[in-house]
């Protein structure tokens, strides 16, 4: 069973392989140009320097409103998608839900927006709101029905509303993983967020395509390498911040 | 304090866990529930509240009936009624002073209480309950810091600090070093004669129940086999009570 297992899998990456047309041979034919490239891209422009910090500015932007607005929006959705909260005539719909509108990347929904308001950051934000809503809520859920039943008990024996059971029992338990779930999506969304740009949803991705369109290889470099400050300033911050929930 | 009359309580499917429960509870008694694992102590202990719901019969608590009372009705029995768990059950990342405040809850202003607002004179009353289990310097300790008997002690407090006229207990010291479960007792015997409070405590432990209860009750297969004091628990009743046979 195993081995007919493991003889299907090599099978279905040997015709994986196959029909992407993979071929060593083509890569290692391809690295000059790579180094070539490379070549090209030192030393980086420092003209570029300042279109290049504020487009990553415009990136943390958009990544910031995004995440801020889906983590208020997850509230109420993560709520009706937790087993332990709602009926099946409630959970399996807001599950298939969620599942829906999560399949569907930033990207995708940034390429609705732009045509829906019009390029800049602003269908940015929107695209990363609706995908960030969806994700959040169902971590959100999953935390919510990961709870200690144990304190919800003791605070409903109080003679507490079911407000007060909510506030007392459940939200201690889930906020922090909440907050922690926001922050690693608000990593994640920079990330999402510095292509935005390629699809004219602003921020700095607008300013590598450009460049890379000019085939001006230093300028292209120099925000490459904005670009990666930023997102390690951003991560270390936010797993700074993470460590303290915990 | 407490009548019971014919408690079923059935769990789906077909788990009879009560078959049929008649105990009247004196006020100012500290009955001692002993049973093996499964008999039906805690299941007892919490249709009292109806943190179970029983399937049929009746629980009136100090006169007032607890099974059919509506929600408002139920948490104003429940706020009359403190109950002490296994566990503990303390909301772990909070500090012990608000986990006091929580036996509070269903006396205090509703709307304040969810932004954790509590009037003086209930802060004043949670640090009595908490001097009176011996941690008032331990006020403002996380709650998850503390050892596993000052948890349970903090658990205690919680429960005096809704000033109630029974308290139950589910098997308080079962999960705590056997050093400490004389210290947790005691305290239970304290506020039983200090403060006339009616304990219903469930015990697997023989001689801890015989030790500090008044009144022995034991439960076998969901039915009481024994009621009386603790002088006449003989050895042939602690058979009836454990024994392997019928």
């Known amino acids: ?246 | 304090m407490i009548e019971i009359a014919r408690l079923r309580v059935v769990l789906p499917p077909a788990t009879v866990v009560l078959d049929g429960v008649d105990l009247t509870v004196r006020a100012g008694e500290f009955v001692a529930v002993l049973g093996r694992s499964g008999a039906g102590k805690t299941t007892l202990l919490r249709a009292i509240n109806r943190l179970v719901e029983p399937t049929a019969g009746t629980v009136r608590v100090a006169g007032r009936a607890v099974t059919g009372a509506d929600g408002v009705e139920l948490r104003e029995a429940r706020r009359r009624m403190g109950m002490i768990f296994q566990q503990f059950n303390l909301v772990r990342r909070a500090s012990v002073i608000d986990n006091v405040l929580a036996g509070r809850l269903g006396w205090a202003p509703a709307l304040p209480s969810l932004f954790g607002r509590f009037p003086p004179a209930d802060r004043a009353l949670a640090l009595e309950c908490l001097a009176q289990v011996g941690l008032a310097a331990m006020a403002e300790r996380r709650a998850d810091r503390l050892s596993g008997g000052e948890q349970q002690r903090v658990a205690i407090a919680r429960a005096l600090a809704q000033q109630p006229s029974v308290v139950l207990a589910d098997e308080p010291t079962a999960s705590l070093d056997p050093a400490l479960t004389g210290s947790i007792m005691d305290i239970l015997r304290g506020i039983n004669v200090e403060r006339g409070l009616t304990l219903v405590v469930s015990q697997h432990q023989l001689e801890t129940a015989r030790a500090y209860a008044t009144r022995i009750v034991g439960l076998r297969r969901g039915r009481v086999c024994f009621d009386g004091p603790p002088r006449e628990v003989t050895p042939a009743v602690a058979d009836a009570i454990y024994g392997e046979g019928a």
Do not use: H
């Open chain 1, 1 to 246: 069973m195993r081995r007919a297992g493991l003889f299907v899998g090599l099978l279905v990456l040997a015709w994986t392989a196959w029909d992407t047309g993979a071929d060593p041979v083509r890569f290692v034919r391809g690295v000059p140009w790579i180094i070539d490239i490379l070549g090209r891209m030192l030393p980086p422009d420092p003209q570029v320097l300042a279109p290049a910090l504020l487009g990553a500015l415009k990136t943390v932007e958009i990544a910031l409103l995004g995440t801020a607005v889906a983590a208020v929006l997850a509230l109420p959705l993560g709520f009706v998608s937790a087993r332990n909260v709602v009926g099946a005539p409630v959970f399996y719909p807001a599950r298939a839900v969620l599942n829906f509108f999560r399949s569907v990347d930033t990207l995708v929904y940034a390429l609705i927006f732009v045509a829906a308001v019009g390029l800049g950051p602003f269908p940015g934000v929107l695209a990363v709101v609706a995908y960030t809503t969806t994700s959040l809520a169902k971590l959100y859920s999953e935390a919510i029905e990961g709870i200690d039943r144990g304190p919800v008990d003791a605070i409903t024996a109080t003679g507490a509303t079911r407000l007060q059971v909510l506030r007392f029992g459940v939200l201690p338990q889930v906020l922090p993983l909440f907050l922690s779930y926001v922050l690693y999506r608000l990593e994640t969304n920079i990330r999402a967020a510095t292509v935005l740009g390629f699809v004219g949803a602003g921020g700095i991705g607008f300013y590598l395509q450009t460049y890379l369109r000019m085939i001006d290889y230093r300028a292209a470099s120099t925000v490459l390498l904005v670009t990666v400050a930023m997102v390690m300033v951003v991560d270390a911050i936010s797993s700074k911040l993470r460590e303290r929930l915990v």
